[in-house]
């Protein structure tokens, strides 16, 4: 039996073009074609998509996953084994809450309620984090609380600093701000490996559950606060390659689209671990967005954002707690290669 393209992504909860993609960096190709040029996949095309659905379910990237399957040794038997041992730690993890619960109720059932309340949000919390994390991600993640190597009491330090600060009416100008805001971004980068995919479920996670914001103390306004000190931070930097007017336009605008870069900076990041060719159509309408993000700033004098360019060079500070590395920059400057006029 063999299956086409539309009907295999039906099937299997997938899009075509996620499909289309798997084909173009060589994952899964289709065994077949129809005598219109439909792909035909064949139940050992289905046994390979599955190995990939598996794996990156794991957490591996698609570049890792067609190392994994390139390898001779490498099974259904093996992956399947690796599904089972994933969903073993599921099932224990479910039957530590079953215990935990259990353990509540009898408390309950004998009158006592002891720290009930903050029990009770500890797992309202859990639950939360499961909604935007996997196992794993908790586990690698000190800020969350949830790990021996958590980081959560040196940030509930910080939090309270910068609420010290906004209590006290300190504008996020201060030199006291900025310096919280580069504490706050470098213990960031640290806390996430310096991986923007996951700092975009953060705020997702924080900006999409009230309860997490009365737990944290991490407010949308908390947020806002420590991003003015921190873009305070660069424009003090970008001040000294800029003329008078040309900075004007640029503190005016510069935080104006702040919250659409991570985002952004983490679907690049996504599609260079994916191995995605920098001249791909999804690449070059990234790159768009970036150059149209850069303007919004910049604004559309070249000689303006030639200077700009100038000071990324010269002040590697500038990309400090940006979650921009120099194989992203790379592999955007090469796309955005393409969207240039050609004579």
Same mark, same amino acid.
């Given at each position: 039996m063999l299956l086409k393209i539309g009907e295999l992504a039906s099937r299997c909860g997938l899009t075509v073009r996620t499909l289309h993609h798997y084909d173009s960096i060589g994952l899964l190709k289709s065994s077949a074609r129809s005598d219109s040029g439909y792909r035909l996949y064949s139940r050992d095309d289905i046994a390979r998509l599955h190995q990939i659905q598996a794996l990156k379910k794991l957490g591996l990237s698609l570049s890792d996953i067609g190392t994994v399957l390139a390898n001779q040794g490498s099974s259904l038997v093996s992956i399947v084994e690796k599904q089972l041992e994933f969903l073993k730690r599921q099932i224990e993890q479910g039957k530590a809450l079953y215990d935990r619960l259990s353990e509540l109720q009898a408390k309950l059932m004998h009158g006592e309620e002891p720290g009930f309340a903050d029990w009770l949000t500890t797992l309202e919390m859990m639950t939360m984090y499961d909604k935007y994390f996997s196992t794993d991600e908790l586990n690698n993640l000190p800020l969350l609380d949830v790990g021996e190597n958590s980081t959560a009491p040196e940030w509930n330090e910080l939090i309270k600093s910068v609420r010290k600060l906004m209590v006290a009416g300190v504008p996020a100008e201060s030199i006291e701000a900025q310096a919280l805001s580069k504490r706050w971004m470098t213990m960031l980068v640290r806390d996430t490996? +310096?991986?923007? %995919? #996951?700092?975009?479920? #953060?705020n997702a996670m924080h900006y999409g559950e009230p309860a997490i914001q009365t737990n944290t103390g991490v407010t949308e306004e908390v947020v806002d606060y420590v991003q003015h000190a921190f873009a305070e931070s660069k424009?003090? =930097?970008?001040?000294?390659?800029? &003329?008078?007017?040309?900075? &004007?336009? /640029? %503190? *005016?605008?510069? +935080?104006? %689209?702040?919250? *659409?870069?991570?985002? #952004? =900076?983490? &679907? =690049? %990041?996504?599609? /260079? &671990?994916? +191995?995605?060719a920098e001249n791909d159509p999804h690449i070059l309408r990234l790159a768009q967005r970036w150059l149209e993000l850069f303007r919004s700033y910049a604004g559309d004098n070249p000689q303006t954002q030639a200077k700009i360019r100038a000071a990324h060079e010269k002040e590697p500070e500038l990309m400090e707690g940006t979650f921009v590395d120099g194989p992203l920059l790379a592999y955007i400057r090469m796309a955005m290669s393409g969207l240039l006029p050609t004579s």
């Open positions: 490996n +310096g991986d923007p %995919r #996951l700092v975009v479920r #953060l424009l003090a =930097i970008y001040e000294k390659y800029l &003329e008078p007017s040309e900075f &004007e336009f /640029m %503190r *005016e605008n510069y +935080g104006k %689209r702040s919250r *659409e870069w991570p985002p #952004l =900076i983490a &679907e =690049i %990041r996504q599609h /260079m &671990e994916d +191995g995605t």
